[in-house]
C-alpha cells in the first residue's frame, strides 16, 4: 500500500477565491491522479499529474480552473481557482506503484459559501 | 469515461446477515479492484482480482472476478456495524486509468 497524507481535510472558502491542496506520499509512486467526488456520487477524474510536466486533464476540466503541479515523484498540489459553490466536493488523491491497484488519501472537503 | 455499474444503489440489512453485490461493465478488464469508503475518508482497497474467474477472500470479504473479465462480485458474510459504509468497485487495464462504479451503499441494523 502507500501513505498518503492530504492537506487540509477540510476547508469552507469564499466564492471567487483559490484553495490548495496538498498531496504527501511516503515514497515513491508511479501515477498520481486527482479526483472529485460530489456528494453521494461516484468518483471523476479530474486530472492525471505528470512530474516534471503539465498534467493530462479529462474532458471538462481545464487547466486554468485546477493547476495542478508535481515537482517530483512523491508530492502534488491541486488548485481549485476562482471558486463557487458548485466547486463544493471531495477532492481525492490518488496514487499508484506501477501496478494495476490504486491507493486513496484521506481527501478534502471543501464548501464554497 | 466509462463509469460501471454497481447493484444493489443500497442495501439495508440486519446485522449478521450475508450481503452480496455487483458490478458489471460493458468492456473487459484485466483487473478489478473493490473499496471501501468511510463518510469522510477516501477510499480503501479492500481486495485486488487479477485473473478471470479468481475467487480471493479477505476475511469475512470474498471477491470474484468475472469469466466474461466484464463483472466482479462482492459478498460480505456475517455483517457487523462496522461494515457500514459506501462499496465501489473499479476496473483498470494498465494501471494507468482506473474506471469506477457507481457504489452501492451499505446500512447494517444492530
Known amino acids: 500500500s502507500a501513505v498518503i497524507s492530504q492537506k487540509p481535510s477540510r476547508d469552507i472558502c469564499q466564492r471567487g477565491t483559490s484553495l490548495t491542496i496538498q498531496c504527501q506520499v511516503d515514497s515513491q509512486v508511479t501515477m498520481m491522479f486527482w479526483y472529485r467526488q460530489q456528494p453521494g456520487q461516484s468518483l471523476t477524474l479530474i486530472a492525471t499529474a505528470n512530474q516534471g510536466s503539465e498534467a493530462t486533464y479529462e474532458s471538462g476540466f481545464v487547466i486554468d480552473k485546477f493547476p495542478i503541479s508535481r515537482p517530483n515523484l512523491t508530492f502534488s498540489t491541486l488548485t481549485v481557482s476562482n471558486m463557487s459553490p458548485e466547486d463544493s466536493s471531495i477532492y481525492l488523491c490518488s496514487v499508484t506503484r506501477g501496478g494495476a491497484e490504486a491507493f486513496f488519501g484521506q481527501g478534502t472537503r471543501l464548501t464554497v459559501v | 469515461g466509462q463509469q460501471l455499474n454497481q447493484s444493489p444503489q443500497s442495501m439495508f440489512i440486519q446485522e449478521g446477515e450475508d450481503v452480496s453485490m455487483n458490478c458489471t461493465s460493458s468492456s473487459i478488464f484485466n483487473t478489478w479492484l473493490w473499496y471501501k469508503q468511510d463518510p469522510g475518508e477516501g477510499p480503501v482497497l479492500l481486495i485486488a482480482?487479477?485473473?478471470?474467474?479468481e475467487l480471493t477472500s479477505n476475511g469475512r470479504l470474498t471477491a470474484q472476478f468475472g469469466i466474461t473479465r466484464k463483472d466482479s462480485f462482492l459478498n460480505i458474510s456475517a455483517s457487523i456495524p462496522s461494515d457500514v459504509g459506501i462499496y465501489f468497485c473499479a476496473g483498470t487495464n494498465t494501471g494507468n486509468q482506473f474506471y469506477f462504479g457507481t457504489g452501492t451503499s451499505l446500512t447494517v441494523i444492530p
Open positions: 482480482l487479477y485473473k478471470a474467474g
